[in-house]
């Protein structure tokens, strides 16, 4: 069955502080997807990863497929990183349909 | 280059009466995809285009929910009638064949009062 968990559920953090967000899966991937949703906005692709580590400004990406296992990491958390995190896999046999996290609320306070 | 294009960004309309959305994918892209995104909740796929064929509309209520996509670029999701239940954020996504590039738009948030 192809699963996709996150954790944890929420998150709550002082300004500063290093952030990690982590997602597990059951079976091979094609692809895995960290993405960002703001309350009442849309949302924003954030990483695409089949393997390795992604860096992008204050965010990091990491996968390692032997562990069935992704990070997302937020160096130095601002209050404007406060959002949803949604970890999304496109599951090798999953006939394209991405599977999704339950997300993580991060909250950043001033 | 611009994103997945969706318009309307929001829509309040009554119960019974008809709405469209409609989505313009990033250039290139075969697949679309369209989903519907409850409060608090993942979204969940009402349709995958390839190209102008609707290959996976097994999620798709198909006595009030239709969909096309004309020449396979854009697409529209319409509703009619709209149901107080349908109110909730619909979101477009494009991808290349096999899921490569998938990007979403910002969504629709539907208010059916």
């Known amino acids: 069955k192809n699963e996709v968990e996150q954790s944890p559920q929420n998150l709550t953090a002082q300004e500063g502080e290093f952030i990690t967000i982590n997602c597990s899966y059951s079976?091979?991937?094609?692809?895995l997807h960290w993405l960002q949703q703001h309350p009442g906005g849309g949302i924003v692709s954030l990483f695409m990863l089949s393997s390795g580590k992604k860096k992008h400004g204050r965010l990091i990406a990491t996968i390692n497929i032997q562990e069935k296992h992704s990070s997302l990491h937020i160096t130095a958390s601002h209050p404007r990183d406060s959002a949803v995190y949604i970890c999304a896999v496109l599951f090798a046999d999953s006939n394209y349909q991405l599977i999704w996290g339950a997300g993580t609320k991060l909250i950043i306070k001033p | 280059e611009a994103g997945v294009v969706q318009s309307p960004r929001y829509k309040i309309i009554e119960k019974k009466q008809p709405v469209a959305f409609w989505c313009n994918p990033i250039?290139?892209?075969?697949?679309l995809y369209w989903y519907l995104q409850n409060l608090g909740q993942g979204p969940e796929l009402l349709i995958r285009?390839?190209?102008?064929?609707?290959?996976?509309d097994s999620q798709l209520p198909k006595d009030r929910f239709s969909a096309e996509r004309l020449k396979g670029v854009d697409s529209t999701l319409k509703i009619q009638p709209a149901e107080l239940g349908d109110s909730a954020v619909y979101l477009c996504a494009s991808s290349l064949v096999g899921g490569a590039g998938y990007t979403f738009g910002s969504g629709t948030r539907l208010t059916v009062v």
């Open positions: 250039s290139g892209h075969n697949t």
């Open positions: 285009y390839e190209n102008e064929e609707a290959v996976d």
């Open positions: 079976v091979g991937i094609s692809a």
